[in-house]
């Protein structure tokens, strides 16, 4: 009975249900009786640890723009024209041109911001590139859109690079973009600025957008630093989609952006911008006060904050490393450098039948939640959040490795 509600849950998770949803089940498959503390290594959160939490300027800067009595009203669709300004000019700081505040249009969060992209370019026969492991929204949006899926595969060995032959071999007329999420999520790899770059001459050759989810921008702490795609939006359009959450530990606050990062006006044509403000009648952005805050919050934010932000993911990367070297049945074959998330490949015991079983019978046996990695495309790896406290960070992954003694143990038992 348990292997086969596993395999259900498989079945699930590489169709339809996100990441939020295999979390859920396996927070219910917790076994009260263990009587642990449940340590969640599952979702992107940071703010859930006492290591992780906001600067006082935002949360000032919140409280402020909700008491002066001028942000309870509507905004526009696309977003309060401070707000967008603010966004057009932090953006413009990395980059060799200047962002516009009508290249900008706030949304609800990252995941807004992804459903707008795949609508837009969403059209009968079309298809879109995706990376394998990747962000399971994409899959989940275009669904909604008829839009179909084609995966490129991330190559571990290469440190997460795109296998740009796939790329080349995937496209096709009917293809509208390429989709990168850098720093990387689940994979935590950042991309240098060549790969960046032949990535850019690879969409322009195809004659493809590219989307790329900067989610994690910034949140760099290897040898490659962050390198926003738009850099090399004179070679190819991009669509640039961020967010407050990553950066800034405020997910819940769910204000995000999409963005037209193409000096040379590709894409950025009067109709296509009308489609998309048209589009943007139909949503709900951030509430008022949040985007109101937001200038102040980008403009005063001490450079001192991110910093100690940088220290504590790099931290926690490097114990997670460490301890996962220490486990036999698991194997990291990147060191994580920016983003908050490892992918962890599994040897699977001669109990254990895959990666979704894996992660149930660890949450019911030591209290654990680690995300199965078919959630993301991959078959028998596992995805680790590593964006919490040293000692529990610590604790759980100890866990982890009692678990998997014990079925080694098991398997040559039997």
Same mark, same amino acid.
């Given at each position: ?7 259900? /849950?498989?079945?699930?998770? *590489? ?32 703010? $859930? ?8 300027? $935002?949360?000032? =800067? ?51 911001? @992804? ?53 080349? =071999? ?6 509208? =973009? ?20 032949? @990535? ?19 949140? $760099?702490?290897? /040898? ?9 939006? *004179? ?9 407050? *959450? ?87 074959? /990147? ?31 030591? *209290?654990? @939640? ?43 038992? $039997?």
């Amino acid at each position: 009975m348990e292997k086969g509600i596993t395999r259900s /849950h498989e079945v699930e998770t *590489s169709n339809t249900i996100t990441i939020k949803g295999i979390l859920s089940l396996l927070m219910q498959s917790i076994d009260e009786r263990v009587g642990r503390s449940v340590i969640s290594l599952g979702m992107g959160d940071p703010s $859930a640890y006492s290591c992780f939490h906001t600067t006082p300027v $935002a949360q000032e =800067a919140v409280v402020d723009a909700l008491q002066c009595d001028k942000f309870n009203g509507y905004s526009p669709t696309v977003g309060l024209p401070q707000t967008r300004r603010a966004v057009a000019e932090f953006l413009s700081r990395d980059l060799p041109y200047k962002l516009s505040a009508d290249d900008v249009f706030i949304t609800c969060g990252c995941t807004q911001s @992804i459903d707008v992209a795949v609508a837009m370019l969403a059209h009968p026969g079309a298809n879109i590139l995706l990376p394998r492991p990747g962000f399971p929204i994409y899959e989940l949006s275009a669904s909604f859109r008829h839009l179909e899926v084609r995966h490129f595969d991330l190559l571990p060995e290469k440190g997460w690079e795109v296998d740009l032959n796939a790329v080349e =071999a995937l496209a096709d007329e009917n293809t509208v =973009a390429l989709v990168i999420i850098n720093p990387g999520n689940p994979c935590g790899n950042v991309y240098s600025y060549q790969h960046l770059k032949r @990535i850019a001459e690879t969409a322009e050759k195809l004659k493809i957008l590219v989307i790329a989810d900067e989610v994690y921008g910034h949140l $760099a702490f290897g /040898h490659n630093p962050f390198i926003p795609m738009g850099v090399f939006g *004179s070679i190819v359009p991009v669509l640039t989609l961020g967010s407050l *959450s990553k950066r800034w530990i405020v997910p819940g606050w769910r204000l995000g952006w999409f963005v037209i990062s193409d000096p040379v006006g590709t894409f950025r044509k009067p109709k296509t911008v009308e489609r998309i403000k048209k589009y943007f009648d139909l949503l709900g952005g951030p509430a008022t006060f949040i985007q109101a805050a937001l200038p102040r919050i980008i403009e005063e934010t001490d450079e001192e904050f991110f910093k100690k932000t940088i220290r504590t993911l790099k931290q926690a990367s490097d114990i997670c490393y460490d301890k996962i070297r220490e486990i036999s049945c698991i194997t990291c074959p /990147h060191k994580p450098e920016g983003s908050m998330a490892v992918m962890l490949n599994l040897e699977l015991l001669e109990d254990i039948c895959d990666d979704s079983d894996f992660c149930f019978k660890l949450a019911k046996e030591e *209290s654990v @939640i680690v995300l199965p990695g078919t959630a993301v495309g991959l078959k028998n790896w596992i995805r680790v959040t590593f964006a919490a406290d040293p000692a529990l960070l610590e604790e759980a992954l100890e866990r982890v490795k009692i678990f998997c003694q014990r079925h080694a143990s098991r398997a040559l038992g $039997a």
